[in-house]
């Protein structure tokens, strides 16, 4: 991923993380009903991704966001303002707080 400028792939839960982790920006693809379509629209919804559905759509819609850098540069500050790197410490705290 780190090689990479923009990933196709559905909405599911781990590629997604994994993207985010990375700020890789997304081109979200055949969202099954369900889990899949909350993560499709936390996505967009966060400006972290683009969707597309038909064949023409997604190579329009890749293409279009390849050449777009200030787009990508969006994409990739959302993440990172998704991202929080203290979620085991606030973890602890919530497990810690509710056994006493």
């Known amino acids: 991923m780190q ?8 909405p599911g839960g781990l590629s997604t993380s994994e993207a985010m ?17 909350h993560n499709l629209n936390f996505f967009l919804r966060n400006g972290m991704a683009v969707t597309a559905n038909t064949p023409k759509a ?16 969006k994409m990739r500050a959302a993440m990172r303002s998704q991202t929080e790197c203290t979620a085991a410490d606030k973890i602890y705290e919530w497990i810690y707080s509710h056994a006493k």
Request: net charge negative.
């Open 58 to 73: 997604i190579a329009d819609t890749t293409i279009k966001t390849l050449n777009a850098p200030v787009l990508l540069s």
């Open 3 to 10: 090689a990479s400028d923009l990933f196709l792939t559905k």
């Open 21 to 37: 982790a990375a700020e890789l920006p997304m081109v979200l693809i055949d969202a099954v009903a369900g889990c899949e379509t």
